[in-house]
């Protein structure tokens, strides 16, 4: 394949996962019955079935973050997609293949998947289960299989690095939406549900401590490796506020983790004035954050 036609390939990919997380942003905000839902997925649809027709199928592995285009396997990130990545990563999905067949319906049954809350997609059997269950088959999805030394959540004394990994990345996630929608915005609700729902299975061993030694991020005395650019985005966000280490105890609400993103998101400057992070989560009875 010519750079050119390479080019050409993955600005047409990245266009549909584009248009895939602005239905993702839609279902969440109007849900799945809502006429703008339907014009999103018509938008969708047209550069995702002239994609197949050319090249038969769109196939990508996802990390935490980042993802690869089976095409070319090189490593990408992108802000404007990473709502869609956090919702497919938080969902136990490592990969997606939209075949030839795909419709608009499989589409929409997508979305209701990336939509559903977590603990009820792992109750359903995983993700891959209940897209089969809604009768897709045009789409198909690899879920992320867990090492040896990964343990299902409240399997161990503390979260796997990987876990932890998935954590930060979520929260710098959830910060940053704050800092461009606000606080009450649905898609700062819907990623800080995704956080809890992550952070309360993690919790189930005990306090979860993140440290920030020299811009690096590490918990449970590891280096959390796997994000590098959450990692960096955190540890400058801690060093803005002074921060030297976070800590999430079991008992954590959603209300609580909420008060605590939202204070990753001011203005650091802010913070010093009214007296420091630590102030301000006592102001808020935040009492799980410390």
């Keep these: 394949m010519s750079t050119d036609a390479r080019d050409d390939r993955v600005e047409a990919a990245l266009l549909i996962l584009k248009r895939l997380t602005t239905a993702l942003n839609t279902c969440r905000l109007y849900g799945a019955g809502h006429p703008r839902l339907r014009a999103a997925l018509t938008d969708l649809a047209a550069p995702l079935t002239r994609y197949l027709g050319r090249h038969d199928a769109l196939e990508m592995e996802i990390a935490r973050g980042t993802w690869r285009f089976a095409f070319d396997g090189t490593e990408r990130t992108n802000d404007q997609i990473a709502p869609l990545l956090a919702a497919l990563h938080g969902r136990g999905v490592a990969g997606v293949r939209f075949g030839p067949e795909t419709t608009e319906a499989d589409l929409r049954e997508l979305l209701a998947l990336l939509v559903l809350p977590i603990d009820r997609v792992r109750a359903a059997g995983g993700p891959a289960a209940v897209l089969l269950g809604a009768g897709v088959e045009a789409v198909t999805l690899v879920e992320i299989r867990l090492s040896g030394d990964e343990r299902p959540a409240g399997g161990g004394p503390r979260p796997a690095p990987a876990a932890a990994a998935a954590i930060l990345r979520q929260f710098v ?118």
């Design 173 to 290: 996630a959830a910060a940053r939406n704050t800092r461009l929608y606000g606080e009450r915005h649905p898609i700062v609700g819907g990623a800080v549900d995704e956080l809890f729902a992550t952070l309360h299975a993690a919790l189930g061993g005990g306090d979860l401590r993140y440290d920030v030694r020299a811009g690096s991020v590490f918990a449970a005395n590891a280096p959390v490796e796997e994000d590098p650019l959450a990692g960096a985005a955190f540890a400058a966000d801690c060093a803005a506020r002074q921060i030297k280490s976070l800590t999430f105890a079991p008992g954590l609400t959603r209300a609580e983790l909420a008060h605590a993103v939202a204070l990753f998101a001011r203005d650091p400057e802010a913070l010093v004035v009214e007296g420091g992070f630590p102030e301000a989560l006592r102001v808020r009875q935040v009492a799980h954050v410390r």
